[in-house]
């Protein structure tokens, strides 16, 4: 069954996290929209259709719209998209950065005016209190325009957010003030301006380390190349916009220069420097028929590529939609904040009113229960609570986009940092995918290359790179013939040569077959497929042939033993080939699982889970999708169109296994730091409501609303800090 269709778009004018919660409540109510995530953190928005409706962008853009957002146009190519959103946050950023200057300075003369701080001016001067009357205003109503904007959107829509408590308690500190300077009573006007002026720092810093958490994506954008050099059929050469390459152009590609599309070698060697999109220092060579992805550097020389892939179906677009859809998804432990967020506010409004009440009718000073009021709406802003799970998932799944690790979202992540077991198939994933001669007995090597010559079996292949690499001339053979299932006939220089099985070899009349099948007994323990040759009807020797693991196969296990995960083999070849692998690993023979067709892995990986298991499955990401979409994790190795295989959770670009306890360690790192930033962000609001409500006051201790807006700007930039910190992770 296919999944839902899904749109994906920027949203402009959120302020805090509960906006993106508010805005995925409105969208997620629609009708025909099945799901919709809002990230703040990403400042976007995705939708799943429901099946078979007619929701469009335009009718995604009219609800943003009615909820006080909106969905800019895309108004730049693909290729210009990462200056393009460089220039945004950076207009951002001075946007916030202004209104910030206003309010410091605005708030910090209303305070030297209040506070009798200018020299030869007295508190009792009219200047002192009209001063502050003027300013608080502009800093409040001018400079803190848009969490105005942002409460009466949320009113509109009967919600409350964060916006909501910030200009609830700045406009009823000005409401107050100003009704206390009618009557000659006290006014604070200097703090709803210094409140104002906390809070937009905090948001300033904020929108900063937000851009940081997001270099990512835009270093992923900043691989694509806006014009390619086409070849022409005339031998011609044209500059054409990426856009319009299609299948089958030939390419030129320079050295130094980004390969604009994937395809496939046609003319030329290089080594290309392909660490950007798989984490591999390592340049890899390449010659005629070698594949190359797109946004890889050609090193040197000059390469023609023939595109097999544009557009949006080349691997680097496919990186950079999985990122971004890995950034919209959120955890599930980020659904206790939601549901939190969901109820914070209007329980802080009340809470706060209660407050204010109390403080009043045990005989308090109305301006004391006002400020109690203020300070309270002011310090539970759960701006923080909001930040906890959208930016360490940001900053997880961008490292991962740096490292060759895709991450499809939030809940990927949670399971994988739950890991107990790690399940592998073997061929492709432990091993390299692709058999070797490893040992020869008798001189038949070239007589069997001969006969192999024309042959596109995987073994064939093997007997004929061995051939070349030993640097032996072989002949050509004539009268070839194969027999299904048993091997290959010919003649080489006038004898006559069979290369099979060893039944095949009797069945033909061949002697001499049990004196070979003695000498292969070592061969056949290790599991490795045997090639029988015979000359002129007596057997004369054979070539042994074995799928060798990766380089890296045995480091990657160790590590990941060292992880405290149990390792498992399933795999489709016999016992013996299995075993004997499993033996080089060091792997305990009791979780090696061989002879399994595709249902049986499927019931292999149920069996551990319901031990209770949390089980990943490693594979291909093409035979092995069965056994990925079952396990908990998916972890599909492959390069190219291997990234975009739909049943993964994770997929690694680089192919090999090292990526695979790469990627556990960093779902545990980002895991943890989400932990972190909700503990933190919970104990604020546990430790700081009750003292913003009074409840420290016998005690000489109490918070002003100031620096109860400078405490919720601190919660805020302490999670976001933490997050951050995760780049310096070592993964």
């Known amino acids: 069954m296919s999944e839902p269709a899904r749109l994906d778009f920027p949203v402009e004018g959120m302020t805090c996290a509960s906006c993106a919660a508010r805005l995925g409540k409105v969208l997620g109510r629609a009708d025909g929209i099945a799901s919709a995530d809002v990230n703040y953190a990403t400042g976007s928005g995705s939708v799943e259709l429901a099946a078979g409706s007619p929701v469009a962008l335009a009718e995604v853009r009219r609800l943003v719209q009615g909820a006080g957002f909106d969905v800019p146009r895309r108004t730049v190519a693909p290729a210009d998209e990462a200056g393009a959103e460089r220039a945004s946050e950076q207009a951002s950023i001075r946007r916030w950065t202004a209104r910030t200057i206003v309010a410091a300075v605005g708030s910090v003369t209303a305070m030297a005016l209040s506070m009798g701080w200018i020299p030869g001016l007295s508190m009792s001067d009219p200047i002192a209190r009209i001063g502050p009357a003027i300013l608080a205003p502009i800093v409040v109503f001018g400079a803190g325009w848009p969490f105005w904007t942002a409460a009466v959107a949320a009113l509109r829509h009967g919600s409350a957010t964060m916006d909501t408590l910030v200009a609830l308690g700045s406009g009823t500190a000005v409401a107050w003030s100003a009704w206390q300077l009618t009557i000659g009573g006290e006014i604070w006007f200097d703090g709803a301006a210094m409140l104002v002026a906390f809070i937009l720092l905090g948001r300033s810093l904020e929108v900063r380390a937000k851009g940081r958490a997001s270099e990512a994506i835009r270093g992923l954008l900043d691989l694509r190349v806006p014009t390619a050099l086409v070849q022409r059929g005339d031998g011609g050469q044209i500059e054409v916009p990426v856009e319009q390459l299609e299948v089958g152009d030939r390419v030129i590609v320079r050295a130094g220069e980004r ?32 594949g190359v992805m797109g946004g890889v550097i050609n090193g040197s020389g000059t390469l023609v ?84 799970t959208p930016t360490a998932i940001l900053v997880g799944t961008g490292m991962g986009a740096r490292l060759g690790l895709l991450v499809r979202g939030g809940p990927a992540l949670e399971r994988s940092a739950a890991l107990t077991d790690i399940a592998m198939d073997k061929t492709g994933t432990l091993t ?57 006939r010919g003649t080489v220089e006038g004898r006559a040569v069979l290369v099979g099985s060893a039944r095949f070899l009797r069945e033909e009349g061949i002697t001499g077959v049990d004196r070979i099948e003695t000498q292969v007994a070592a061969a056949a323990a290790r599991g490795d497929s045997l090639i029988y040759v015979a000359e002129e009807g007596e057997a004369a020797g054979f070539l042994a042939a074995a799928d060798p693991l990766r380089e ?180």
Not at 267 to 285: C, K, N, Q
Not at 462 to 477: E, Q
Request: proline share 5%.
């Open 552 to 731: 890296e196969a045995s480091e990657a296990l160790a590590e990941l033993r060292a992880m405290g995960l149990l390792v498992h083999v399933l795999s489709g070849d016999h016992d013996a080939a299995v075993q004997a692998r499993a033996r080089e690993l060091g792997l305990n023979p009791g979780a090696v699982h061989a002879g399994l067709l595709p249902a049986d892995k499927l019931t292999t990986l149920e069996g551990l889970r319901a031990q209770g298991r949390v089980v990943a499955m490693v594979g291909d990401g093409i035979n092995d999708a069965p056994a990925l979409a079952a396990a908990d994790v998916g972890i599909a190795i492959g390069t190219g169109s291997d990234v975009a295989i739909e049943s993964a959770d994770l997929a690694l670009m680089g192919g090999g296994l090292r990526g695979v306890p790469r990627a556990i360690k960093l779902s545990r790192a980002t895991m943890r730091t989400i932990r972190q930033n909700l503990f933190w962000a919970f104990a604020y609001n546990a430790a700081l409501i009750p003292v913003a409500a009074g409840a420290l006051i016998p005690l000489g201790i109490e918070i002003a609303p100031p620096f109860a807006a400078a405490a919720m700007a601190a919660s805020s930039i302490t999670v976001v800090g933490n997050a951050l910190r995760l780049r310096r992770a070592k993964i």
């Open 259 to 290: 390969i604009p599309i994937d395809g496939t070698v046609a003319e030329g060697r290089s080594a290309l420097d392909t660490a950007a999109m798989t984490g591999e220092p390592i340049p890899v060579a390449v010659e005629p028929g070698s």
């Open 432 to 488: 390299r995918g692709e058999p070797v001669i490893v040992e020869i007995g008798g001189d038949v090597l070239a007589s069997a290359a001969a006969i192999e010559a024309g042959s596109e079996h995987p073994l064939a292949r093997a007997v004929a790179s061995r051939a070349d690499a030993d640097g032996l001339s072989v002949s050509a053979a004539v009268d070839t013939a194969a027999v299904a299932g048993r091997g290959l």
């Open 305 to 388: 590529v023939e595109a097999s892939s544009v557009g949006s179906d080349t691997a680097l677009e496919q990186v950079i939609r999985l990122v971004r859809e890995a950034q919209g998804r959120a955890a599930p432990v980020q659904r206790l904040a939601d549901r939190v967020s969901a109820v914070f506010v209007p329980t802080v409004i009340l809470l706060a009113i209660a407050v204010g009440i109390g403080w009043y009718l045990v005989g308090a000073e109305a301006d004391v229960a006002v400020r109690r009021f203020v300070t309270v709406v002011i310090v539970a802003c759960p701006c923080a609570l909001g930040l906890a």
